[in-house]
């Protein structure tokens, strides 16, 4: 089986976000927006310091092609990266929610409608194109989600919208290819710092002091957000959204698999058959390079 780097640091980062809920979840008594306000901070930090210390050449080079670029280049590339850190923030907090206040399960199914969503709407917005055997494997993801959806309508409605945001981050960064990944990803943390500055006076609560709190939070943004948001963004560079949107299955899978295994969530008979069918889903959709067939799209 041949997989070139990008399809590698596309597996590899929803793999790490699968595993999420296990540094998140010891945080449940912390509210949400605490955690958002206190992980968004300090991966701004971090990444800054990184940026100006240590990548002072990669900076220092797109700067200079900043200045290369038509006024409309310009224009695009800065829309793109500003919305991109208004959708990193808002997913964020919509799974963090989820996560310490609806289920795990619940926040897995958001991103089991993400790469239908995506899929679809790089389909429609990029002029994606997608073979016979890639559209089975979308319409097996929608009957899955089908029936994991019956009798939860509300969740549904709140899963779409997780779902969305992420999605269509996805579909702007697929687009916002003129600079360094980590440079663009540094400026969207930036971004999404100065969004929630304004709030966090009124909405954060006590400072937190229990030292277990920073341990969690520091392997959260290192290991939960700066490295996976980077593989991601790499992987854009040389995959199709869409492919990238399939994915991004392996993350519910090892959500549920955690919620079954460690959490003890329980679980039903539609949920196994539903999870069976995402796991023939991301067979089918990468199939030409799963059983080496030729010219493979990336």
Same mark, same amino acid.
């Given at each position: 089986?041949?997989?070139?780097?990008?399809?590698?640091?596309?597996?590899?980062?929803?793999?790490?976000?699968?595993?999420?809920?296990?540094?998140?979840?010891?945080?449940?008594?912390?509210?949400?927006?605490?955690?958002?306000?206190?992980?968004?901070?300090?991966?701004?930090?971090?990444?800054?310091?990184?940026?100006?210390?240590?990548?002072?050449?990669?900076?220092?080079?797109?700067?200079?092609?900043?200045?290369?670029?038509?006024?409309?280049?310009?224009?695009?590339?800065?829309?793109?990266?500003?919305?991109?850190?208004?959708?990193?923030?808002?997913?964020?907090?919509?799974?963090?929610?989820?996560?310490?206040?609806?289920?795990?399960?619940?926040?897995?199914?958001?991103?089991?409608?993400? +790469?239908?969503?995506?899929? /679809? #709407? =790089?389909?429609?917005?990029? !002029? *994606?194109?997608?073979?016979?055997? @890639?559209?089975? &494997?979308?319409?097996?993801?929608?009957?899955?989600?089908?029936?994991?959806?019956?009798?939860?309508?509300?969740?549904?409605?709140?899963?779409?919208?997780?779902?969305?945001?992420?999605?269509?981050?996805?579909?702007?960064?697929?687009?916002?290819?003129?600079?360094?990944?980590?440079?663009?990803?540094?400026?969207?943390?930036?971004?999404?710092?100065?969004?929630?500055?304004?709030?966090?006076?009124?909405?954060?609560?006590?400072?937190?002091?229990?030292?277990?709190?920073?341990?969690?939070?520091?392997?959260?943004?290192?290991?939960?957000?700066?490295?996976?948001?980077?593989?991601?963004?790499?992987?854009?560079?040389?995959?199709?959204?869409?492919?990238?949107?399939?994915?991004?299955?392996?993350? +519910?899978?090892?959500?549920? /698999? #955690? =919620?079954?295994?460690?959490? !003890? *969530?329980?679980?039903?008979?539609? @949920?196994?058959? &539903?999870?069976?069918?995402?796991?023939?889903?991301?067979?089918?959709?990468?199939?030409?390079?799963?059983?080496?067939?030729?010219?493979?799209?990336?």
């Amino acid at each position: 089986m041949q997989i070139n780097k990008y399809y590698l640091s596309a597996f590899s980062a929803f793999i790490i976000w699968g595993f999420f809920s296990l540094a998140l979840k010891p945080l449940h008594d912390y509210p949400s927006l605490d955690i958002l306000f206190y992980r968004v901070f300090l991966a701004t930090v971090l990444m800054l310091f990184i940026s100006l210390f240590l990548r002072k050449k990669v900076v220092s080079n797109d700067i200079q092609f900043i200045k290369s670029l038509t006024k409309s280049q310009r224009k695009k590339a800065f829309f793109l990266t500003i919305v991109g850190g208004f959708l990193l923030i808002l997913n964020w907090f919509l799974f963090i929610y989820a996560i310490n206040h609806v289920s795990l399960q619940s926040a897995s199914f958001a991103y089991m409608i993400c +790469p239908i969503l995506t899929t /679809i #709407l =790089a389909f429609f917005i990029l !002029k *994606e194109k997608l073979s016979k055997w @890639q559209w089975l &494997s979308v319409l097996l993801c929608v009957i899955s989600c089908f029936i994991l959806s019956y009798g939860h309508l509300l969740d549904l409605i709140y899963s779409v919208t997780i779902a969305l945001s992420f999605a269509f981050y996805l579909i702007s960064q697929r687009k916002n290819s003129l600079f360094d990944r980590f440079n663009v990803l540094t400026v969207q943390m930036i971004i999404a710092s100065i969004v929630i500055i304004p709030f966090f006076p009124k909405y954060s609560g006590d400072v937190p002091t229990a030292s277990l709190f920073y341990i969690l939070l520091l392997i959260i943004v290192v290991v939960f957000t700066i490295i996976p948001l980077f593989l991601n963004l790499y992987a854009l560079k040389g995959m199709n959204s869409s492919a990238v949107g399939i994915l991004m299955y392996t993350n +519910p899978l090892i959500h549920f /698999i #955690l =919620a079954v295994l460690y959490f !003890k *969530e329980h679980i039903h008979a539609t @949920q196994i058959v &539903s999870y069976i069918l995402i796991l023939l889903s991301i067979v089918i959709f990468n199939e030409k390079i799963l059983f080496k067939r030729k010219s493979v799209d990336v």
